[in-house]
Structures are given as structure tokens and as C-alpha cells.
């Protein structure tokens, strides 16, 4: 882990079949892309801002609690005694990026559909994806709004951009799908700020599985419940076991 000399990143195939398609890069996608690929799998990592990657958005990581196993607690225990926000990210970025069987891919996710046994994954730009299995880990992304005093904003974070397309054509399979909401406190250089973003509603999930769609997971934020850092990654981790057994 953390080799200075790190192989190249992999690079998405066009009509490549992977195992796992991963529709989200923050706390949930990273701990399941990191564990999948890690056990064999051929995983497909999507993000809208690749340089975001797991970006937990704390200007000091010492108070954050992760699973002794996660990437994530091994990220911080590489990097003591620093705990500055920044340099975990970057850390955790570069593990994310030099993991064999992780391929990344900076793009917008706007739509499912299945086929054959396989889903395809359209994106604002080129051909479908294709994937095995896809799993939503899109935290508060899926239709986020920010509210920023009387301002409000079409996003999950500041100027990164919601995905309202996926959303709409979720809701076109037929999922019910309700509202969560959080609230960002201030930190240095930025503003205070809630979100509200869309959640698959309950009677949606069987588990981690999308009951409308076959072979679609649900993960992290984007599913109705408390989430911490420690919950996500430990579910993050039992997904990865469901899906390595399948």
C-alpha cells in the first residue's frame, strides 16, 4: 500500500463487460470498489470528479472511527501521526487509483437498462457501459439540492452536480423514491449549508438489492436509515461478501 512508483490507473474499455459497475466514489463506492477488486473482481468505478475520490470533507480525520479493516482505517494508520483532512484524501486517492481491478471513469450516470442478463450504464457521454452488477452508492447525489441561505443549488456538494437524470429514470422503473436531508456545518473557506437529496424508499430494498431491478444494490446514504462513517463501511463490507458469494 502506498508505493511511491504507482502503476498506471486503469482505464475504462469501451464495451467491456465488469463484474461490478460502482455509481458513486465517495465513503460506500470506495470501500466496496477497494474490497471487490481486491478479492478478484473487475470493477468499474464511476465518479463525477475523479480528484474527489473519497473525499471525506474534514479539515482532521483524528476523531473519525472506521472499521479496523477498511480502507479507510488503513489510510489514516499509514499516514500517523498526521490527521490533516487533505493528506488522508490524497493518500486514499492514490491507494483507490493504484488497486489492480479498479478501472475509473469521470462521468454522469443517467440511466439503467437491462439486457441479457447484463445492465448497460448511459452517461452524458459515448456508448453504454455494461456491467454484471451495478450498485447505487450515490450518497446525497440522487436529485440533491443545497440550500445555502435563499440560494438553493442543483447539487450533493458545492458545485458538484446532482444526478437528477438517474433519479428521473429510477422513478420510470417504478421505484418510490422519498427525500433525506443533512447539514453541512462551516468550515475554513466554506459556507454553511443543508442538502436534500432523494432516498429509495424502504419497501424498495430487499437488503442491499433493488427489488425492481435485477442484479442493482443500493448502498450508503442514498438508502433510507442513520448512516456513520463506521455503519456504511461496515455494510460496504457485506455487500462485497454477498456479491463475491453470487
Not at 139 to 160: C, H, P, Q, W, Y
Not at 238 to 243: D, E, P, S, V, Y
Request: with cysteine.
Amino acid at each position: 500500500m502506498f508505493k511511491s512508483s504507482s502503476p498506471p490507473r486503469s482505464q475504462p474499455q469501451p464495451g467491456h463487460l465488469y463484474d461490478v459497475a460502482v455509481i458513486g466514489a465517495g465513503l460506500a463506492g470506495c470501500e466496496l470498489a477497494w474490497r471487490l477488486a481486491r478479492a478478484g473482481q473487475d470493477v468499474l468505478l464511476v465518479s463525477q470528479a475523479l480528484d474527489h475520490l473519497g473525499n471525506l470533507y474534514q479539515p482532521d480525520v483524528s476523531g473519525a472511527e472506521f472499521p479496523a479493516d477498511s480502507v479507510f482505517a488503513q489510510v489514516k494508520s499509514a499516514i500517523a501521526p498526521q490527521t490533516d483532512g487533505w493528506i488522508f484524501h490524497r493518500h486514499l486517492k492514490a491507494e483507490m487509483e493504484s488497486t489492480a481491478g479498479i478501472h475509473l471513469l469521470q462521468s454522469c450516470v443517467t440511466a439503467l437498462s437491462e439486457e441479457d442478463a447484463e445492465i448497460n450504464l448511459s452517461t452524458w457521454e459515448g456508448p453504454p457501459l455494461r456491467a454484471k452488477t451495478v450498485v447505487l452508492a450515490v450518497g446525497a447525489f440522487l436529485k440533491g439540492r443545497l440550500l445555502i441561505g435563499d440560494t438553493m443549488e442543483d447539487a450533493g456538494r458545492l458545485s458538484e452536480v446532482a444526478y437528477d437524470f438517474l433519479s428521473e429514470d429510477l422513478a420510470a422503473h417504478g421505484l418510490y423514491l422519498t427525500y433525506g436531508s443533512g447539514e453541512v456545518l462551516p468550515q475554513a473557506g466554506a459556507v454553511e449549508y443543508e442538502v436534500r437529496f432523494q432516498v429509495l424508499a424502504p419497501g424498495e430494498l430487499d437488503g442491499f438489492k433493488v427489488s425492481r431491478l435485477d442484479n442493482v444494490y443500493a448502498l450508503g446514504r442514498c438508502t433510507p436509515g442513520q448512516h456513520t462513517y463506521a455503519s456504511v463501511l461496515e455494510d460496504a463490507a457485506a455487500l462485497a461478501r454477498q456479491l463475491g458469494s453470487a
